[in-house]
């Protein structure tokens, strides 16, 4: 079953895809209003893809359930991932991807997004994704499942750009878990375009320009 949507268009006939995967709590509505404050001049016509997450329980919560890509078990996201969870999630997006494929985007021309869990999603997919994708925007979240990467990464996204941001007072995931996700990748041989910004774990004006920017360099 496919993932409830909410879709945004640029202009008409869209080229380019942007997927973007909300963090834990949100709902695909969460980061819609971006699209209107990012520069993309330059840029072909996107349709941006915002996904909704399952509703799940989610363990840190006390077993409540909310939209959620996967489970949190404890206050250290490192231990005991939710692998079942992620790797569900990681097939839904696929599932997107392919969506996008068979309305004429090719894989080339489609970005992965996140925030939070949204970005820990981005990464798990994109690094796995057998084809060739634009980008990966990665917003304050992490590589998850680090230690599978090395052996379960392929090859054709080995050189797709990569954005990493992070707040430098975020106190939900703390740059710290950014920081060891970016020298990860970077140890792995990716090319990361780092970013950190005074903010909590939100959004600031100066990154919604750098991802504009970004956004231009990789689907212009």
Not at 30 to 38: M, Y
Not at 86 to 96: C, P, V
Not at 196 to 204: A, D, F, Q
Request: net charge negative.
């Amino acid at each position: 079953m496919t993932l409830e949507t909410i879709e945004l268009q640029s202009g008409e006939h869209p080229a380019a895809a942007v997927i973007w995967m909300h963090g834990l709590g949100a709902d695909g509505n969460d980061f819609v209003p971006i699209v209107q404050e990012l520069d993309l001049h330059g840029c072909p016509a996107i349709r941006f893809v915002f996904p909704n997450a399952p509703v799940i329980p989610v363990t840190v919560n006390g077993g409540y359930a909310m939209r959620a890509w996967y489970d949190i078990r404890g206050a250290d996201i490192v231990m005991r991932e939710d692998e079942v969870g992620l790797r569900q999630s990681q097939s839904d997006i696929e599932a997107l991807i392919a969506r996008e494929i068979a309305r004429g985007i090719p894989a080339n021309r489609i970005v992965l997004a996140g925030f939070s869990q949204g970005c820990a999603m981005a990464l798990q997919t994109g690094l796995r994704h057998p084809e060739k994708l634009a980008g990966l925007l990665c917003l304050s979240g992490y590589v998850p499942m680090n230690a599978q990467v090395a052996a379960e990464r392929h090859a054709s996204n080995q050189t797709t750009p990569i954005f990493l941001a992070h707040g430098k007072v975020d106190t939900v995931i703390p740059i710290l878990r950014a920081e060891q996700s970016r020298d990860l990748l970077t140890t792995l041989g990716y090319t990361v375009e780092w970013h950190e910004y005074m903010m909590p774990h939100s959004v600031c004006p100066q990154e919604v320009e750098h991802i504009g920017t970004w956004l231009q360099r990789v689907l212009a």
